[in-house]
């Protein structure tokens, strides 16, 4: 069974710096996708970027990019320019390649300070 | 576009109740998913329903069922609620090819006294 493990809680970050938040995952499948999606104060679940494990290329979009290591089964989240809006709960998430079903870290919980 | 929608947002229930949470997409997706969220735990999967006509059970079905209706909704029923089930509940939907992501509705939170 393929598991994802969040090991940072809470972080915090003053604006405008960078911060990574770390994401391990377990599991035998050589195809699968992995994916981080953010959840503010209002409980909404957003997408923030997504990685296709057959592509040795990270993921960028905007300020956040990924530095995916497929041998290593690590996929870290770095903020770029970390805005106020940034606060909120961040989870990573593991889809094989088939299915659909998604697996879930337990979420790390940042907060930008001004 | 409303996207996923969820309904009610907010309920308080009484150990043994029943009670249908809905959830509509107008995205014509084909897979649809339910999942609760507690503290300090990542979102867990409860049922899904790969396509119209089919449902499978996902890592903490019991104490659920789910009815997909057509190809827009998906609801889960508490057939006899437990203070175990206080949760907030998340519906999600996905086009169903490959690396598409599953699109999330607002949740719903439901407490069981």
């Known amino acids: 069974a393929q598991t994802v493990t969040q090991s940072q809680p809470e972080m915090s970050v003053q604006e405008a710096e960078t911060v990574t938040l770390s994401c391990t995952y377990d599991t035998s499948e050589s195809n699968y996708y992995l994916f981080w999606y953010k959840q503010p104060p209002s409980r909404q679940m957003i997408l923030v970027i997504r990685?296709?494990?057959?592509?040795?290329q990270n993921a960028t979009e905007n300020r956040f990019s990924v530095n995916f290591q497929k041998a290593a089964k690590s996929f870290s989240l770095k903020i770029s320019d970390s805005q106020l809006g940034d606060t909120a709960m961040y989870f990573c998430?593991?889809?094989?390649?088939?299915?659909?079903?998604?697996?879930f870290g337990q979420g790390t919980e940042l907060s930008v300070k001004p | 576009n409303a996207g996923v929608t969820q309904t009610p947002k907010f309920q308080v229930l009484k150990t043994g109740q029943s009670m249908t949470l809905q959830c509509a997409q107008d995205m014509n997706h084909n897979s649809m998913y339910w999942y609760r969220q507690d503290p300090g735990m990542g979102l867990r999967l409860i049922y899904y329903?790969?396509?119209?006509?089919?449902?499978d059970k996902g890592e903490v079905p019991n104490g659920y069922n789910v009815s997909r209706l057509n190809k827009r909704e998906f609801s889960l029923r508490l057939e006899s609620a437990a203070p175990s089930q206080t949760s907030v509940y998340f519906c999600?939907?996905?086009?169903?090819?490959?690396?598409?992501?599953?699109?999330f509705g607002d949740g719903t939170r439901l407490s069981i006294l």
């Open positions: 998430a593991f889809m094989k390649n088939q299915g659909g079903k998604l697996i």
């Open positions: 990685q296709e494990a057959y592509k040795q």
């Open positions: 329903s790969a396509s119209e006509g089919t449902t």
């Open positions: 999600a939907s996905r086009l169903g090819q490959h690396n598409q992501p599953q699109h």
